[in-house]
């Protein structure tokens, strides 16, 4: 179960697009890992970045997405874990390339630059492409 579950983290900028893509998750019967953030509370993205980090490394979780205001912070903290590689994302289709060639195994979303029906179509492609594999794998081996 672990690995179909997705863990959810966002800063205070990030927490009710978080919330919103927790519910098309719910709807959707995946399992989800909320890590927070639950409120406007100022947080720390790179603390969530990590708790996400964690839940993957620990096998809570198989993928996660971060959300703070513009994804860029937060996708900078989660991708300093070695295990993690997290696509900052703004449509469908870089969605959907991150799995596709990057073997993105978090999406990173930013709750000020993009709006929730994009945010829900990003994580729907995401979940739903695979890794092609072959020419892209010897890459993503490079990443270390």
Known sequence: MPETTVALAADHAGYALKDALKAVLTERGIPVLDLGANDGGSVDYPEKAGALAAALAEGRAGRGVLVCGTGIGISIAANRHPHVRAALCHDVTTARMARQHNDAN??????????????????????????????????????G
Do not use: K, S, W, Y
Request: some cysteine.
């Open 106 to 143: 978090v999406l990173a979303l930013g709750a000020r630059v993009v709006g929730a029906n994009v945010a829900i179509d990003c994580l729907i492609a995401f979940l739903e492409t695979g890794f092609e594999g072959g020419r892209h794998q010897r890459r993503v081996d490079q990443l």
